[in-house]
């Protein structure tokens, strides 16, 4: 496995790699079982003779203010060993300013799918997004490119990239990977105290239960959204709920007469910790 952190060595691998299947997986390290799976599934994409890329940078560009850039866990040695066990071939883990030249002045900013929940929440959070996103395209040049579908809108604004400005790259969504209880993992969830991690689970307890409920015939969003946010404050009283959206999954928007398929993505604070998840409705 080689690991890189200049965009010189990277692009030397890039050209010496040129014939062969990239499919890049892109993190900002602290990576758990979630991560893994994300590496086997480029791992099983990519094939024997294709190459497994992971970058592992904190971009800083898509924190706020008071947000947790500096407290964010790195753990680059571990990440190493998890990258390694599950089938990465080149790990590009760079430094912030050989990333962005002080006088940037160029920015990516999605005006649609953005401006909606985690997008209110976090203002500026998927411009910094869009814009490692777009830079790790450019610069890993791969072909294929993996993400979880815990960040289910992060995903959509991607799709929305790859589309509005023609990058070449076919794009996997995958799975979230769940804790035994139900939590989505999540780098975050370490900042969690005993206390709230017991109650985190609530989440996917209320999706699911959501879930049944429109099984059962619920289509009323409102109806939906009451359900989810009742079972939340109940069992979990220490948390506060930033959104509950039933939306259209590939618009983000109000469910309408067009909508196809219905995700309810939802956010909630324990403490300084937020925490994100979400459901398709089949
Ligand atoms: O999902 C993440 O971990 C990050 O938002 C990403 C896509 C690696 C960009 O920094």
Redesign the pocket.
């Known amino acids: 496995m080689n690991v890189i952190n200049n965009i010189r060595q990277l692009r030397s691998w890039s050209t010496i790699n040129k014939g062969a299947r990239c499919v890049f997986v892109?993190?900002?390290g602290a990576l758990h079982d979630g991560h893994a799976a994300l590496i086997r599934a480029a791992r099983e994409i990519a094939g024997p003779s294709g190459n497994v890329a992971v970058s592992i940078?904190v971009?800083p560009l898509?924190f706020g203010p008071g947000e947790d850039f500096t407290k964010y866990p790195r753990t680059l040695i571990e990440d190493l060993s998890l990258c390694r066990d599950n089938g990465a071939d080149m790990i590009f883990a760079p430094k912030a300013e050989d990333l962005y030249p002080p006088d940037r002045s160029i920015v990516l900013h999605e005006t649609s799918l953005s401006q909606l929940h985690c997008g209110a929440s976090r203002p500026g959070h998927f411009e910094g997004?869009c814009a490692?996103?777009a830079k790790l395209f450019n610069l890993v040049q791969c072909d294929d490119a993996v993400?979880g579908k815990k960040?289910y809108q992060?995903f959509a604004i991607i799709r929305r990239l790859v589309r509005d400005l023609d990058f070449n790259v076919v794009l996997h969504g995958i799975e979230t990977v769940r804790e035994p209880d139900g939590l989505a993992m999540s780098s975050r969830n370490r900042y969690l105290t005993p206390e709230e991690r017991l109650e985190a689970p609530s989440l996917r307890t209320a999706l699911l239960a959501a879930r049944d409920a429109w099984k059962n015939g619920a289509r009323d969003p409102d109806v939906l959204r009451r359900l989810i946010t009742q079972m939340i404050q109940e069992k979990a009283p220490s948390s506060r709920i930033d959104y509950v959206a039933v939306a259209d999954a590939h618009t983000l928007e109000s469910v309408s007469a067009t909508t196809e398929l219905v995700v309810i993505a939802i956010a909630v604070f324990f403490g300084t910790t937020r925490l994100i998840d979400n459901i398709e409705l089949k």
């Open positions: 892109p993190t900002m940078f971009n898509q997004v490692i996103v993400f960040d992060q």
